[in-house]
């Protein structure tokens, strides 16, 4: 039997609130009866949008919140006057142990900004991340893939601890006992790239095989190499992270739209579509960003899930499964093990915790 | 009647060289009768290879050169051992004025730390840069990407130059007579991104509109919103702009594999693959990235063009036509009057010019 999950929901973030939020959490409590949550929100809207869905009567508690953090609003000033806001809420139950992990589809600048002064930075860690999962062609799928976009700087130190989390992540969320961890570079030699990318190779390189059992260092990786599963934890800064990623998804939608141009381009294209239907909805299914909608925060004190704000409902349920995992697998804690464990002191100064000032206004 | 046009071509770059070469100039030959060839390799090797073309017949001249720069050689061992190379001859055959343009396949590095050092930067260029076309959804079907990968850093200055140097390609290379610029980040709002492309956005807002007569500064542009369009010129520095090339090609790359696996997965998505066949074909001719090879050296006194290393013959072919294009456009002498332009001593220190020192082990 499984320990019962409360998760704190922030029901105003993200384009199709609070209807996508309502309606992927029900479609959670469908499949998952161990399940309940905390909707933090304007109490009438919610209520309106929670009558749709009886299926939920019983597993919500609704909170009155009376600010919603905009999807453009700058960070600082979220920082600053959100402390009445859905989002801030959401973060709060957490921190108060009210729930086991928040999920927000809101301005991910915001969120990130104000999980760092609800939750703090986790031990050890100066900066936390974001980490997805990428599609992959490999064995498990999928690749974690760090930072996405916490911060747009990341020294050699901070991607040291940028492996060691996303190790975990990918032992947690994918299964893989003992993940190989690629730094993303623009060549797979020695000599090339940014000082600190190289920098970090060099220690993680260094850190004795023991010490690093959980997870082998495999070098460098190119972006063009990420979906041909070659690594099951990609490594790099938020400024890089964001743009490979947004990349990645631009270039995966022209190929989709070309692909619908090129069934409706005549009537015989588009009888042939007719025929082709089962094969491209099996690879629509395989290609799906929103059965693997979620980036998870890593090297805060407690557990925060970023949907994608454009999420819709199936999307919205997909974050809110994995916020669900990460919490009965007791992540958190079993990531500031890991964190320690980097920061041994039998390595030195290697991994000698520095401090880096956290500047929100300069978040993605 | 279009003047003669003498490129000069590096036989034994790239994975397929030099059949993959000289299969593909004898394409070019065979619809471009205005264009004759040298070509720098091993003579008795080239010479073979050509033996299977007799439509090349008086239209080459062959050079022999001793040695081959390999594909993973470090640029500085390039740069010291490389002056009895095809590479190097090549590029030489440029600076002495025998032919228009050189093209070659071979070791990206190594060739812009060669064409450093035997065509030296433009007037005013501190940092060169490397301009690919990127497929998208517009009207041009391309817009121009730089800097694809020549320096891995890009000051302000560089960026602002990236801006004017990569109009001109666009006008000349997809005719667009007033391209609209944006600079690549990670968000559109003024207050995000890196130092260093903040200050080139105010830069480019500086400069007097007239002056800026020969294209339009449109703020910023996120990764995933090149595909649809929004701009013609994407300015970036190499770093950024390799991660994300590389990141969209991966991305390509799976989505067609998956398409694949969706045809082939039984007896009746095979069937179904038949009547789909036109479709796809249709598809693939639309994204099949043979049809723009080629990056162009952007900020040298010289054209040179790099062809994707694993370029087939109808890969290279489209590097020496695009190479063939520009040079008949006069590109390097009106790319000059840009640079100029945008360093009009009326702008002050906001151009003024800064050399910063090239150092070859630093390139992608």
Partial sequence: MTAHTTLSIDAMGGDGAPESVIGGIAKVAGHDPDISFILHGDGDVVAKALSKHPALNGRVDIRHADDVIEMDAKPSIAVRRGRKSSMWKALEAVRDGEAQAAVSAGNTGALMALALFCLRAAKGVDRPAIAALW??????????????????????????????????????????ERPRVSLLNVGTEENKGRAEVREAAEMLHAIPSGQMSNFQFTGFIEANEITQGRADVVVTDGWTGNVALKSAEGAARFVG????????????????????????????RRIDPRRVNGGVFLGLNGLVVKSHGGADATGFAAAVDLAAGMARENFIERLATEVEKTLDPDQGDVMD???????????V
Same sequence: chains 1, 2.
């Avoid at 490999?138 to 747009?152: Q, R, T």
């Avoid at 990341?154 to 032992?171: H, N, P, T, W």
């Avoid at 294209?269 to 099996?282: D, Y």
């Fill in 135 to 176: 599609p992959t062609l490999g064995k498990e799928s999928h690749c974690v893939a760090l930072d996405m976009g916490a911060d747009i700087r990341a020294d050699a130190k901070d991607l040291v601890r940028f492996a060691a989390m996303g190790s975990e992540y990918a032992r947690i969320g994918l299964g893989i």
């Fill in 257 to 284: 739209e070309n692909l619908r141009d090129a069934f409706t381009h005549s009537i015989v294209t588009k009888i042939s579509a007719l025929f082709a239907k089962p094969s491209l909805n099996r690879l629509q």
């Fill in 353 to 363: 915790s520095q401090t880096s000032p956290q500047d929100p206004e300069q978040n």
